[in-house]
T-cell receptor
Framework: LAKTTQPISMDSYEGQEVNITCSHN???????ITWYQQFPSQGPRFIIQ???TKVTNEVASLFIPADRKSSTLSLPRVSLSDTAVYYC???????????FGTGTLLAVQP | DTGVSQDPRHKITKRGQNVTFRCDPI?????LYWYRQTLGQGPEFLTY????????KSRLLSDRFSAERPKGSFSTLEIQRTEQGDSAMYLC???????????FGSGTRLTVV
């Protein structure tokens, strides 16, 4: 499974757009890119998934360049409640398990 | 509530005791996963079931650990002769397929004293 690298932590202020970039240089052709959010004492929660180009849902956008060796999770107008750990994962197809890294701790301040 | 349920939410046990956790997945999900998470780390895969069949086990799952899913519905994870290093959050997740629709429970936090 492809290994991912993402910043350990990021700081932001309420109302700002936050972009978290993840590197996955060894991504395989059939791998998808998935982002999860985790609050303390809770299980991870699915945010968004994509294969290439751009995906947008009601909470975030995911930008994937043509070479797919990186991806960027974009959170528009963050609020204090977006303070959490964000995990980038790659895998898919026949892969049955998720491989988590240490994630990015996003701290949103007032 | 149709999410993944885990019981208990918290468990404190003495070293050497056995503990058992339960996971009730989303009813239409045939895949069930167990993960373990220690402080500051991402969840680590332990084992995976498709229906009642246990299809994969991590090397993290020592012989003190056993998981079952007898009727392809709920699952149990038992840890025998607990050690302090077993202290962690144990997460269960279910999915209708290998890639899509993973839903995690809130976990069981185990503290071994």
């Amino acid at each position: 499974l492809a290994k991912t690298t993402q910043p350990i932590s990021m700081d932001s202020y309420e109302g700002q757009e936050v972009n978290i970039t993840c590197s996955h240089n060894n991504i395989a052709t059939n791998d998808y890119i998935t982002w999860y959010q985790q609050f303390p004492s809770q299980g991870p929660r699915f945010i968004i998934q994509g294969y290439k180009t751009k995906v947008t849902n009601e909470v975030a956008s995911l930008f994937i360049p043509a070479d797919r060796k990186s991806s960027t999770l974009s959170l528009p107008r963050v609020s204090l409640s977006d303070t959490a750990v964000y995990y980038c994962l790659v895998g898919g197809g026949a892969t049955n398990k998720l491989i988590f890294g240490t994630g990015t701790l996003l701290a949103v301040q007032p | 509530d149709t999410g993944v349920s885990q019981d208990p939410r918290h468990k404190i046990t003495k070293r050497g005791q056995n503990v058992t956790f339960r996971c009730d997945p989303i009813s239409e999900h045939n895949r069930l996963y167990w993960y373990r998470q220690t402080l500051g780390q991402g969840p680590e895969f332990l084992t995976y079931f498709q229906n009642e069949a246990q299809l994969e086990k991590s090397r993290l799952l020592s012989d003190r650990f056993s998981a079952e899913r007898p009727k392809g519905s709920f699952s149990t994870l038992e840890i025998q002769r607990t050690e302090q290093g077993d202290s962690a959050m144990y997460l269960c997740a279910s999915s209708p397929s290998g890639r899509d629709g993973y839903t995690f429970g809130s976990g069981t936090r185990l503290t071994v004293v």
